[in-house]
Structure formats: structure tokens, C-alpha cells
């Protein structure tokens, strides 16, 4: 049981499932900022073009509120199609706004990056096969 919960806190303690963690919380708030964009500056001027009314007020009605036998109202049944679109365009700019945001971290992470500088050129001189062949050639001379 100790190990499992050893196991456990490595886990949890990896940097990059903290980073996921930030990340997702990050997201979240950045998700309500783009929701507002769209609900309180970008559907309502979408609103003004398609004749002032909200846009998330288009359905279409399949049937319509009606009253049963026992005298209980039963709700309309509609296709609430303007709802839809305006999930989608709320996607869109969410999806461009990440696109954005990762791009533009992007090249502040390259502009960072220390260029890296060539290894040095090895000096100039005779290669270490060529020392050990002339230290052999004098040896073999001092014999002689």
C-alpha cells in the first residue's frame, strides 16, 4: 500500500501533469472571456443584421405548447437551431483565439532559444595517430 501511494505522488508530482493541470484551469477562464466576447460583443451586432432579435432565439417549432386532458401544459417541441450556430461560432473563435495564442507563444519561445554555436574547429596539428606513428618511428631509431 506504501507503494502504490509512492507511485502515486510521483504521478501526481510530474511536471507535466501539473502543467495540465494549470493548463485546464487556464482554459477554463480563458473559455468564459470568449464566451463573453461572443454573447456581449460579437452575437448581439449578429443580432442587429438578422433583424434584432437574439440569435439564440431562431427554432424551429415541430409542435407547439399545447394543454393535456389532465390540464398540465406540455412544452413546445422545437429545433433550436440558432442555439446550435451560435455554439459553433463560439467553437470558431475559440479555436482561433487558441491558434493565436499558441503561435504567438511559439515564436516567443524560438526569439528565447539561444542559437547554438558551432563546436569549435579542432586545432591544427598532426592527429593523434600521426603522434603515436612518430613516437614508434623515434623508438625504432634509438634501438638501432
Same mark, same amino acid.
Given at each position: 500500500m506504501k507503494k502504490f501511494f509512492q507511485e502515486f505522488k510521483e504521478f501526481a508530482m510530474r511536471g507535466n501533469v501539473v502543467d495540465m493541470a494549470v493548463g485546464v484551469i487556464i482554459g477554463g477562464a480563458f473559455g468564459k472571456i470568449v464566451t463573453s466576447?461572443?454573447? !456581449?460583443? @460579437?452575437?448581439?451586432?449578429v443580432g442587429v443584421l438578422t433583424?434584432?432579435?437574439?440569435?439564440?432565439d431562431y427554432k424551429c417549432v415541430i409542435?407547439?405548447?399545447s394543454v393535456d386532458a389532465a390540464g398540465n401544459e406540455v412544452a413546445e417541441?422545437?429545433?433550436t437551431w440558432g442555439q446550435f450556430v451560435q455554439t459553433v461560432v !463560439?467553437? @470558431?473563435?475559440?479555436?482561433f483565439c487558441i491558434f493565436v495564442a499558441i503561435k504567438l507563444m511559439n515564436r516567443l519561445v524560438r526569439k528565447e532559444q539561444p542559437k547554438e554555436e558551432p563546436a569549435p574547429a579542432a586545432p591544427a596539428g598532426p592527429t593523434?595517430?600521426?603522434?603515436?606513428?612518430?613516437i614508434r618511428d623515434l623508438l625504432k631509431a634509438q634501438k638501432k
Open positions: 466576447l461572443v454573447n !456581449d460583443v @460579437i452575437m448581439p451586432v433583424g434584432g432579435t437574439s440569435f439564440t409542435k407547439e405548447t417541441v422545437a429545433i !463560439d467553437f @470558431i473563435i475559440v479555436a593523434q595517430e600521426e603522434l603515436l606513428a612518430e
